[in-house]
Antibody, heavy 129, light 109 residues
Framework: QVTLKESGPVLVKPTETLTLTCTVS??????????VSWIRQPPGKALEWLAHIFSNDEKSYSTSLKSRLTISKDTSKSQVVLTMTNMDPVDTATYYC?????????????????????WGQGTMVTVSS | ETTLTQSPAFMSATPGDKVNISCKASQDIDDDMNWYQQKPGEAAIFIIQEATTLVPGISPRFSGSGYGTDFTLTINNIESEDAAYYFCLQHDNFPLMYTFGQGTKLEIK
């Protein structure tokens, strides 16, 4: 069974750096057809894609947040880490990680072109002094 | 970057109804549109891939249509368990980036 679980602080202060960890199970971060993405959703607002990373260490970041984000992975620990610097109250949100499945077939023969096929339940982060 | 306009933001339906949720892309994205369902406190569920393909295990009451810039998620014969937040997601390939629609909260009366 594939699962992703987000973990990190519940509360951070303005200007601090947020570090979030996505721990995955049921698949390997070395799988060439899979990656992990981070997404967030402020209360009452839309989802926002933040960043992703693939097995070959290819990374991509949201244009608007690129200067503040760093994504990395530790394959041996099955973890993907996202850091966001200079946190502000507007960054208060539920943060999710999701597996990206890229041009891959599952055991039943179903083809995934490019999909966030499995999501974590999310972790709520509040930014307040 | 492609932007998505999803509508309506909120809708209410009665069991047995048919509902349509729209997602419009700011430029032609072929069929690179996926749809998801999310219930409070739960992980999002992948329901439609590449605009029209139902994900295995998802009820056939769900269907997707569209190509290019206009896409629709249709739920037939609404059931109480369909009450959820639905959102669309598209990807740009070069560079690879993702954009979400604003989401639709579906209430069942």
């Amino acid at each position: 069974q594939v699962t992703l679980k987000e973990s990190g602080p519940v509360l951070v202060k303005p200007t601090e750096t947020l570090t979030l960890t996505c721990t995955v199970s049921g698949f390997s971060l070395s799988n060439a057809r899979m990656g992990v993405s981070w997404i967030r959703q402020p209360p009452g607002k839309a989802l926002e894609w933040l960043a992703h990373i693939f097995s070959n260490d290819e990374k991509s970041y949201s244009t608007s947040l690129k200067s503040r984000l760093t994504i990395s992975k530790d394959t041996s620990k099955s973890q993907v880490v996202l850091t966001m610097t200079n946190m502000d109250p507007v960054d208060t949100a539920t943060y999710y990680c999701a597996r990206i499945r890229l041009r891959d077939y599952d055991s039943s023969g179903y083809y995934y072109e490019n999909a966030f096929d499995i999501w974590g339940q999310g972790t709520m982060v509040t930014v307040s002094s | 970057e492609t932007t998505l306009t999803q509508s309506p933001a909120f809708m209410s339906a009665t069991p047995g109804d048919k509902v349509n949720i729209s997602c419009k892309a700011s430029q032609d994205i072929d069929d690179d549109m996926n749809w998801y369902q999310q219930k409070p406190g739960e992980a999002a569920i992948f329901i439609i891939q590449e605009a029209t393909t139902l994900v295995p295990g998802i009820s056939p009451r769900f269907s997707g249509s569209g190509y290019g810039t206009d896409f629709t998620l249709t739920i037939n014969n609404i059931e109480s368990e369909d009450a959820a937040y639905y959102f669309c997601l598209q990807h740009d390939n070069f560079p690879l980036m993702y954009t979400f629609g604003q989401g639709t909260k579906l209430e069942i009366k």
